[in-house]
C-alpha cells in the first residue's frame, strides 16, 4: 500500500540528495522521510473518518443513547465504546463529565467513558496503524475498550458520589432535564470540508512531534545496541510491566511522540505487551488530566480511579505478553 | 445594536484559535460586539455544553466543540 512512498524515500534521499543507500545517515534518512510521511497520511486519513463518524454520531446523541435505553449492564461497554469514537481534547474532559453525570447517567459508567476517551484516540490510533500494523492496533483498540469496560464497572463497586467535588453535588441533586438534541441542520457534503479542514488542524497540531518523535526513533535505532533491552526489559522478568506502567502514569506525553519511540524499543527486545502497557499508562492517565479532573472531584477520587485504572493496565499488560 | 459574544472554554488551543477567528471577523467587517472569554468551568457549564470550544450569540449557543470557519461566523453575526 505503501510502496510508492518507498519509492519516493529512495528517490529523495539516494537520487535527489545523493545520499548514499549503504551509509548509516542515508538509511536513517530514508526511514524518517517514509515513516514521516506514511504517519501524516495515516493520521489525515483516521482523523478524517472519525470526523465522519463525529458528523453522525454528536456526543450529545451518544449521551442520549445511553441515557434512553435499556442496556442492562452493557452501559459500560457502551460508554467505553463512544469514549472511543469521540475525539478527545483533555480540555473538553470536564465538560463531558459533568454533562454525563448532569444528564443522569451512573457516574461509574461516565468513568468508562472517560477511560477510554484518552486511550483510544485518532491520534493514537494512526500512529499505531502507522509503526505497528493492523493487528497491533487492533489489539491496542480493543483491549483499550474493554479496558474502559471493566474499569468503569470496578468504579461503580466504590460509594464515589461524596467524593465529587460539592458544586458537582449541587449540580446532580437537580439533575437537569436533558435537552433533546437538535439534529445537525447541515447536509453530510456541506459539512465535508469543514471535517478536512479539522483533520488538517490535527494533524498540523502534532505535525512537530511525530516529526521529533521519528526522529528521536530513528536515530536510537542507529545508536541503541540489538537486544539492548531484552538484557534489561525483556527478559520476562516479572517486575518489567509494573515499572514500565509506573514510570509512564505522570509522564505526559502526546501519542504523535510516543509510539514512534516505543516503536524503536518493541524493535530492540521489549515485549510488545509492556510497551502496550507504557503506552497507555502515558496517554490514558497524566498530571495535566488528574489537574483538570481535580475540579470536579477530590484528590481521594482522582486517586482511586488513578489507582484502578493503573492496576488495570498492568494486567492487561501481563495478559498481552502472556498470549502475543 | 451591539452583539454580546462569548466563547466559552478552559484555555485549550482549539479555544484560542477560535477566539482568534472571531476577533478576525469581527475588526474586518467593522461589527459592532464585544467579545467575553469565560474561562471559568462552572460558569461554562451553566450553559449545559459538553465539548469546547463553543461560540454563543446574545446568550444563544451557536458552535460548540469545534472551531468554525470565518464565513461561518460572520453568517452567525449577520
Known amino acids: ?19 548514499g543507500a549503504e551509509t548509516h545517515l542515508g538509511t536513517a534518512l530514508n526511514f524518517f522521510v517514509y515513516d514521516t510521511l506514511k504517519i501524516l497520511i495515516l493520521l489525515f486519513f483516521v482523523v478524517f473518518i472519525m470526523g465522519i463518524v463525529n458528523a453522525y454520531f454528536p456526543i450529545e446523541r451518544l449521551k442520549d443513547y445511553l441515557n434512553k435505553k435499556k442496556l442492562y449492564g452493557l452501559e459500560y461497554f457502551f460508554s467505553s465504546v463512544f469514549g ?24 461509574a459508567v461516565t468513568f468508562s467513558f472517560l477511560i477510554t476517551s484518552p486511550l483510544v484516540n485518532e491520534v493514537a490510533v494512526a500512529m499505531f496503524l502507522g509503526m505497528f500494523g493492523v493487528k497491533a492496533t487492533l489489539i491496542y483498540a480493543i483491549s483499550g475498550i474493554v479496558l474502559g469496560t471493566i474499569g468503569g464497572w470496578l468504579l461503580g463497586k466504590f460509594n464515589l458520589e461524596p467524593l465529587l467535588s460539592d458544586w458537582v453535588k449541587k449540580i446532580l ?26 483533520a488538517w488542524d490535527i494533524v498540523k497540531g502534532v505535525l512537530l512531534y511525530v516529526v521529533i518523535g521519528i526522529a528521536i526513533g530513528a536515530a536510537m535505532h542507529g545508536y541503541v545496541p540489538e537486544n539492548f533491552f531484552n538484557t534489561y526489559l525483556g527478559g ?32 530492540k527486545g521489549v515485549p510488545l505487551g ?20 481535580k475540579k ?20 492487561s499488560g501481563y495478559l498481552f505478553n502472556l498470549i502475543l | 445594536m451591539s452583539k454580546v459574544i462569548k ?35 462552572m460558569e461554562i457549564m451553566k450553559y449545559n455544553v459538553m465539548t ?24 452567525l453575526l449577520n
Open chain 1, 296 to 315: 470536579v472531584m477530590s484528590l481521594k477520587l482522582i486517586a482511586i480511579f488513578f489507582g484502578i485504572v493503573t492496576v488495570c493496565i498492568i494486567i
Open chain 1, 236 to 267: 520476562g522478568q516479572w517486575w518489567t510491566v509494573p515499572l514500565a506502567v509506573l514510570v509512564a502514569v505522570p509522564m505526559y506525553a502526546n501519542a504523535a511522540g510516543i509510539v514512534p519511540i516505543i516503536q524503536v524499543f518493541v524493535a
Open chain 1, 173 to 198: 441533586e437537580n439533575k437537569m432535564q436533558h435537552g433533546e438534541y437538535e439534529g445537525a441542520k447541515q447536509t453530510f457534503y456541506q459539512r465535508l470540508p469543514e471535517i478536512s479542514r479539522g
Open chain 2, 7 to 41: 466563547i466559552l472554554g478552559t484555555g485549550c488551543p482549539k479555544c484560542q484559535s477560535m477566539t482568534g477567528v472571531v476577533q478576525k471577523v469581527i475588526s474586518e467587517n467593522n461589527i459592532d460586539a464585544t467579545i467575553e472569554k469565560v474561562e471559568d468551568i
Open chain 1, 84 to 107: 472511543a469514537i469521540t475525539p478527545f481534547c483533555s480540555c473538553s474532559s470536564v465538560p463531558l463529565f459533568i454533562g454525563f453525570v448532569q444528564g443522569g447517567i451512573p457516574l
Open chain 2, 52 to 75: 469546547t470550544p463553543a461560540l454563543v450569540i446574545d446568550d444563544v449557543i451557536t458552535i460548540k466543540g469545534r472551531v468554525p470557519s470565518k464565513d461561518e461566523v460572520l453568517a
Open chain 1, 1 to 19: 500500500m505503501f510502496d510508492w512512498l518507498q519509492h519516493f524515500a529512495d528517490w529523495l534521499i539516494y537520487t535527489l540528495f545523493k545520499v
Open chain 1, 274 to 293: 509492556t510497551a502496550i502497557a507504557f503506552m497507555m499508562a502515558t496517554v490514558g492517565l497524566s498530571i495535566p488530566e488528574a489537574t483538570l479532573l
